[in-house]
């Protein structure tokens, strides 16, 4: 199984970027894929999730509004579209696969983890 995250970057506050993440080899009929990110000094956060099957997302509270979790079934693909971007949502942020039609924000109930791409939202 493979995660290829992409599309991080340097942008400014308020600004926007758009994170894909391409999950291959995982046989599963049903999946969740979750984004995380780590900022410098802190620990890992859960940013959003989405059950592969029936698009139910989750949002953490304080990109909600902000970031849009999408999916492309055919070509095994989410996106996060990140949007009004903010100094503090500055991180590594790294996609992650379940086998679950359930989506958590805790990083050890998924099995496998892209390398991550940094985003870094800085004048």
């Known amino acids: 199984v493979q995660l290829q995250a992409s599309g991080g970057g340097l942008v400014q506050p308020g600004g926007s970027l758009r994170l894909s993440c391409v999950v291959s080899?995982?046989?599963?009929?049903?999946?969740?894929i979750g984004w995380f990110r780590q900022a410098p000094g802190k620990g890992r956060e859960g940013v959003s999730c989405?059950?592969?099957?029936?698009?139910?997302?989750y949002y953490l509270d304080s990109v909600k509004d902000r970031f849009t979790n999408s999916r492309d079934n055919a070509k095994n693909t989410v996106y996060l579209q990140m949007n009004s971007l903010k100094p503090e949502d500055t991180a590594v942020y790294y996609c992650?696969?379940?086998?679950?039609?359930?989506?958590?924000?805790?990083?050890?109930?998924?099995?496998?983890w892209g390398q991550g791409t940094l985003v870094t939202v800085s004048s």
């Open positions: 992650a696969t379940r086998a679950s039609y359930y989506c958590s924000a805790l990083g050890p109930q998924y099995s496998y």
């Open positions: 080899g995982f046989t599963e009929d049903y999946y969740a």
């Open positions: 989405i059950n592969m099957s029936y698009g139910v997302k």
